[in-house]
């Protein structure tokens, strides 16, 4: 992080225009200061500031940023241009953007800060497109005015762009985004007749005749257009890069996601590698109240980000610290599951983000908004302002990863993971159209359930994308249900040149614009596994009647039914009807084990103890050591390395304290030589056995 000043940045979401009251300023700046905060982000909103066209009202924020000077605190700026003006919206009403029912996005007072200029349901773009020159003109302005003003001054770091970065699945409809889909297809094919051919759509006379796609379906021009909006809207974001560096060429330009790539890359456009290859330090919110209180759940979060960020440095970049009261992603559930945050929490939920790799914290509210349906939710510090238990144990934390003891434990990074988790976004653009009208999560049950298969067997798995399997030597496919050819082919020669792939049902099944193949498994991936299609059967709704024995023990499958016949693999395991389910083989220098149903769909439903054998087997067929053998698998365990030396983060979720024993791969017991954290307490690591406290973590260095 060469344009970060401090060891370790750390601080909160900050000002929100409606919130905090301008008489609180001061004192919170005083106060963040003494407890070791050294970074806010505000939201600089368009909506807010461009008051009237070309009238700029700075003086709210100009205050921000000289009380983080005169506090010593650093502020991101997160520009938010998709917060629209009111009179731009009814300036540029021909540019609102447009459901497929022809229904405008409208500009609605916001639910994270009661402003206006905001659009529903998840807008992350707006509710006016950038597609439309004048807009886009205006928002140029605007990001001009805004960098000219504070490019140079002692209390910036840099700027956010797109919060979130994501749009609604539901857009956009109007003319200039249609006018800029026929564009980037004229680009890809060139002339009508070739377009003809890829979407079998014979009767279009002219460009102005395409239309994009109203329904959400298995077909070529379904998937264009979810690659185009990607294109688009990230575009849009790369102009946003562009404006600003043109004024400041030197600012730190970061960016921040849901880590949710996983389960809406395709409808929503969650794509964390293309947004991390846009700027210089990635982040991502995740905030336990709506996503769910589990272990697995933070660490894949962090896991996600890391490898999206491609070694760059990446932070959490929106935190919880504090309750969610009525919203709908807290209804029905227990209390403990992150609906009130205890100072307990904020701890283990702040380490296991360290411990999967980030080296920034950022807390989503520094106090609590006062008005608008998320009052009261999210802050670590009280609705006045003052301190609290929960704000004291971020200060803790704070602190703690700013001391100069610890600089050469978080200037170590995780190790590589011992196995991969293969992302091909065709896979999940095509589960993601094929499977709307039957409302399946098939994809993201089966990536989430091999996630947690490996996760609860102590194995750390790394997310893969399809462009960086060379680094990689072992790969687990959970949904390979659609490969282009020239995926279908990179993948090939990785296993022919030494890799150990590990795949579940359907391989390729779906080819280049979704067609399957008359051979499967599809786009010469049969010789690649040593096997024919026997039998297909696609009923996922009833895929947890698929039961398959392997190595003596009856486990449950999900998802989709492929059988097999043998030609050059060796059968291993037959469904429970006696078709043969799961084949190995060997491919050039490389090994394959094909399962002929999803296993990982199984285990994110019931996380059997025969599922968990399964994906243990599974590891055990890469022939790869495992870093770590904890005994306890209530305690997750990371392995670091950097130049000061090895160090081990062990985390426990619980609400119990946890003990075990640990060794290396080699079944050698692993000593401490110096603990980081905590400094007191009775935890250790001594002569293999450990000693964890509830909702806390041990982190040492490795004894040579």
């Not at 990536?447 to 997310?463: C, E, H, K, P």
């Not at 030609?567 to 220098?589: C, M, P, Q, S, W």
């Not at 769909?601 to 022939?623: I, L, P, W």
Request: with cysteine; charged share 25%; proline share 6%.
């Amino acid at each position: 992080m060469t344009k970060i000043p401090m060891q370790t940045p750390f601080g909160a979401v900050y000002f929100r225009k409606s919130n905090p009251p301008r008489e609180d300023w001061e004192r919170d700046y005083g106060v963040a200061a003494e407890d070791g905060l050294n970074v806010f982000r505000h939201w600089f909103m368009w909506s807010a500031i461009e008051r009237r066209p070309g009238f700029y009202d700075w003086e709210e924020y100009d205050r921000q940023m000289d009380l983080a000077a005169e506090n010593g605190i650093k502020t991101i700026i997160a520009e938010l241009t998709h917060t629209v003006p009111d009179w731009a919206w009814r300036k540029f009403a021909h540019a609102r953007q447009m459901r497929a029912d022809g229904s405008e996005l409208p500009a609605i007072m916001g639910v994270s800060a009661a402003t206006g200029g905001f659009a529903p349901n998840g807008g992350g773009a707006g509710s006016l497109t950038m597609n439309c020159p004048e807009v886009k003109e205006a928002a140029g302005a605007f990001l001009t005015a805004l960098s000219e003003r504070y490019k140079g001054h002692p209390g910036l770091l840099g700027y956010d762009v797109w919060n979130e970065c994501n749009y609604a699945p539901s857009v956009d409809y109007n003319p200039h985004t249609k006018a800029a889909f026929r564009v980037w297809l004229q680009e890809k094919y060139g002339d009508l007749d070739t377009l003809a051919k890829a979407w079998y759509r014979y009767s279009y006379a002219e460009w102005d005749d395409i239309e994009p796609p109203r329904q959400i379906a298995p077909y070529p021009e379904c998937l264009d257009w979810l690659d185009f909006k990607r294109e688009n809207y990230y575009g849009q974001m790369q102009f946003r890069i562009d404006t600003i560096r043109a004024v400041d060429s030197d600012c730190l330009i970061a960016a921040h996601g849901v880590a949710g790539a996983i389960p809406d890359m395709a409808a929503r456009g969650s794509d964390d590698w293309l947004a991390a290859s846009k700027v210089e330090v990635y982040g991502y919110t995740f905030v336990h109240a709506r996503k769910g209180n589990q272990s697995w759940r933070s660490f894949y979060a962090a896991d996600l980000n890391r490898a999206a960020a491609r070694g760059k440095p990446f932070w959490h970049a929106e935190r919880q610290g504090g309750p969610l009261w009525m919203q709908p992603q807290v209804v029905g559930r227990d209390k403990e599951d992150g609906r009130v945050a205890e100072p307990e929490d904020i701890r283990v939920w702040s380490l296991t983000s360290f411990a999967g790799g980030a080296r920034g914290m950022l807390n989503l509210r520094y106090r609590p908004l006062l008005d608008g349906p998320l009052f009261g939710a999210f802050g670590s510090y009280g609705m006045d302002g003052s301190r609290t238990p929960r704000s004291d144990m971020a200060s803790t934390i704070a602190k703690w990863t700013n001391a100069p003891e610890q600089k050469p434990l978080l200037a170590a990074k995780p190790v590589q993971g011992e196995i991969g988790i293969l992302v091909a976004p065709e896979a999940q653009a095509w589960d993601y159209l094929l499977s709307r009208e039957g409302n399946y999560e098939t994809y993201r049950e089966a990536m989430w359930g091999a996630y947690r298969g490996f996760f609860d067997n102590g194995i750390q798995v790394d997310w893969v994308h399809i462009e960086d399997i060379d680094a990689y030597d072992a790969l687990y496919f959970p949904y390979p249900i659609m490969l282009t050819s020239g995926n279908a082919e990179k993948l090939a020669d990785w296993v022919k040149a030494g890799g150990t792939l590990v795949s579940e049902a359907c391989p390729g099944y779906f080819g280049d614009r979704g067609k399957v193949g008359t051979v499967q498994p599809n786009n010469g991936l049969d010789a690649v596994f040593g096997v024919r299609e026997d039998e297909v059967e696609f009923m996922p709704d009833i895929g947890d009647r698929i039961r398959f024995s392997l190595d003596g023990v009856s486990t449950t499958g999900g998802g989709f039914l492929q059988s097999y016949e043998v030609t050059t693999g060796r059968e291993l395991a037959r469904f429970a009807d006696g078709r043969i389910a799961i084949v190995e083989n060997t491919f050039g220098k490389g090994r394959t084990l094909l399962v002929g149903t999803h296993p990982s769909v199984g285990y994110y439903r019931d996380q059997s103890e025969a599922g968990k054998r399964y994906f243990a087997r599974c590891f055990a067929f890469t022939g790869k050591t495992p870093h770590t053998v904890s005994s306890n698998p209530a305690v997750q365990v990371r392995l670091h390395e950097g130049e000061g030396g090895r160090y081990l983060w062990l985390v426990n979720s619980t609400r119990q304290i946890q003990t075990g024993t640990l060794t290396d791969g080699k079944s050698s017991a692993l000593n401490a030589s110096e603990t980081f954290w905590p400094r007191e307490g009775g935890a250790r690591l001594i002569n293999g056995s450990f000693s964890v406290p509830a909702r806390d973590a041990l982190i040492v260095r490795l004894a040579p």
